[in-house]
Structure formats: C-alpha cells, structure tokens
Nanobody
C-alpha cells in the first residue's frame, strides 16, 4: 500500500484554479492518533524541489511559501486522512510536479527532513 497518493493535477489556463489532494494511508500514516506535518512541495524542470506549504495533520495554522501566499490554501480532512491544496489565480510559473510529503519533525521547509513522499502530480499552467 502506497502511503501517500496525490491526485488532481492537470492543464489549466493562467488565472484558473485546480485542487490537489493527497490521501495518506498505511500502518504508520493511517494510525488514528498519530500527529505529523503534511506538506506540499513542487519541482519545475531544471529547478530544485521547492516548499509550497504545510499543515499539521489535525489542523492548525498552515505555513506557506511567499510565492503562493494569498493564492493557495492548504487544508486537511481528518475523516478521510487527506491533504488538499486549493490553487487559485494560477500563473505559468506555478507549472511543476507537485508532491505531498510527511514529516514527524515538526513544520520545516527543508525537503530532506520529510520521511514520506507521494509519486507527484503534474500541474501545467498555460499563458
């Protein structure tokens, strides 16, 4: 069983919206009372993986990269053990493969601190 599975990527015009989801499951991530931080990263061709935002599994105030503040919203659905990324006012520079990730180390923007990764979903924003 794959611990993190993303969905919702696609092609959208600039100014449009997309919603990504990331379902967590398995013996570790599916444990009912286990708290951890869930995050979104993205990686554009030829660039390093970039932090987008993060939130505790059980909610709280999310953290965002400056580049997406005011346009992207992270949320969780505990009943479904799912992380969401609502992306509005998309720009061509948002084009990337988007990954969800989990860490037990608290909120961090450093990708190497994350223990679990999804397979990624492509988001393409046309101008």
């Amino acid at each position: 069983q794959v611990p993190l599975v993303e969905a919702g990527g696609g092609l959208v015009q600039a100014g449009g919206s997309l919603r990504l989801s990331c379902a967590a499951s398995g013996r570790t991530l599916g444990r009912t009372f286990l708290d951890y931080v869930m995050a979104w990263f993205r990686q554009a061709p030829g660039k390093e993986r970039e932090f987008v935002g993060a939130i505790s599994r059980f909610g709280g105030n999310p953290n965002y990269a400056d580049s997406v503040k005011g346009r992207f919203t992270i949320s969780t659905d505990n009943a479904k053990n799912t992380l969401y990324l609502q992306m509005n006012s998309l720009k061509p520079e948002d084009t990337a493969v988007y990954y969800c990730a989990v860490t037990f180390r608290g909120t961090t923007t450093t990708s190497t601190q994350y223990d679990y990764w999804g397979q990624g979903t492509q988001v393409t924003v046309s101008s």
